[in-house]
DNA sequence: AAAATGTTAATTGTTGACAAAATCAGGTGT
DNA sequence: ACACCTGATTTTGTCAACAATTAACATTTT
């Protein structure tokens, strides 16, 4: 579902419904590993079985859900090694967007981006001094969707958004913590200065060291 | 669709369906941009309409389809800069697999990969002096198959397959063209050589300098 | 004619019912 | 206890019918 659906009309009830499971899992009103029953879920939706099983199937290539022929849906339970899997792929990711933003920095594609860029880092800057570690983590996330936004890759987007969700899975939510938030600020400073720059490789040499270093922190703290 | 069902293809009706949809649009049988009639398919599939709705359905989020409310579903339009965009992701991803592939080889995860990638070398050497452009266009697919297997990250292969065929999309075909044998052959034999050294950095370097090459020859085609 | 409007046909969205498969419970034998 | 049948029950897979929305076309209006 790419679409925006920002349309005056209601967009489909499979889609309201998907939303609304695609919420229950990120939430953890569904448990990790649970097995998603069709019928029940229709019943607490007030929707048709049928309705339901399409939100599933569609929410299912989103790497949230596991399928089983013939025995249902399974809410996807996230382990320990999958998690290094996804921090590879998340950075090789968050690499080629740093990359691209700063390659659509030198030719104009993207004027707006630098001013943005240093603004964000100003307010991160802020939220450390204040130890306001709660509002350093949202505009965290927001730094890194400016990117992905930037880099003019919607797929890459998409796939990235998937990625952190299913990142979340593991062990509820444990991934929301941000630690060490001078060397964090450090390394978003270089990405950002690469970028501005219109660097190409220096953006993707910090942003693959920023996810490295942050999996590496990650680890340390599974103690 | 990554920790989806394992096992046989056919275990479910909607899943051959699904196969089947997928062979009609890579081969070519659904052209790109047409509109595909739910009733339509499912006479000539002899199925219900709900199940080849099912199938489509599940196809949409690999990029193949595109879906629009209340109107239906469309083969994707793949444009020329989709194509640059679905070749920075690819350069990611399999960058990402082959330093991953190598750090396996150095951790002794993947004892036979070395060989392995040495013998298909050695074809490919083969089939570039006997100048026999089909049997080097699979082993070229078999080589980058090889790392994204070797890499030990499931969903980095499934996404890959993904934008493979999407690009395939791209004016019928045009992509299958493999150019410059020679030089095509140097930058797997680089990436060859650092995977085995275990040396992930240049490896990430070795094939992500291979597909942006890539990129480069195709473009150079373009004219 | 061209544009706007109203009516009809075609297609998608949604639902409930039926068939096939898997799970569960209890009993039997060892 | 354990493993293994066996039948009942639950759950998924598939289908056909109904409702809502969109596309096509004829009609009117300028």
Redesign the pocket.
Same mark, same amino acid.
């Given at each position: 579902m790419t679409g925006k659906a920002i349309g005056p009309? =209601?967009a489909? %009830?499979? #889609?309201e419904v998907r939303a609304e499971i695609e919420r229950m899992i990120v939430d953890g009103d569904l448990a990790a590993g649970v097995?998603?029953?069709? %019928?029940?879920l229709s019943n607490i939706m007030g929707?048709?079985? #049928?309705?339901v =099983?399409?939100a599933i199937r569609s929410l299912a290539d989103s790497g949230l859900i596991d %399928?089983v @022929?013939? =025995? #249902? @849906?399974f809410v996807h339970e996230t382990t320990l090694a999958e998690v290094r899997n996804l921090y590879d792929l998340r950075g090789a990711i968050f690499a080629m967007a740093c990359s691209a933003s700063a390659r659509r920095v030198a030719d104009g594609t993207e004027p707006s981006l630098s001013k943005r860029l240093t603004r964000k880092i100003e307010a991160m800057q802020t939220a450390l001094v204040r130890e306001d570690t709660r509002l350093y983590y949202t505009l965290n996330i927001e730094f890194h969707d400016m990117l992905l936004e930037a880099a003019g890759n919607p797929k890459a987007k998409t796939i990235y958004d998937n990625l952190v969700k299913e990142m979340h899975l593991f062990r509820r939510r444990g991934l929301s913590i941000v630690t060490n938030l001078a060397r964090s600020l450090e390394e978003h400073i270089a990405i950002s200065d690469a970028v501005i720059a219109g660097d190409t490789e220096s953006a993707r040499a910090a942003a693959h060291h920023h996810i490295t270093s942050g999996l590496a922190r990650y680890m340390q703290i599974l103690d």
């Open positions: 009309r =209601r489909t %009830l499979a #889609g097995k998603m029953n069709e %019928l029940a929707v048709s079985r #049928g309705t =099983r399409e %399928l @022929a013939n =025995r #249902g @849906a």
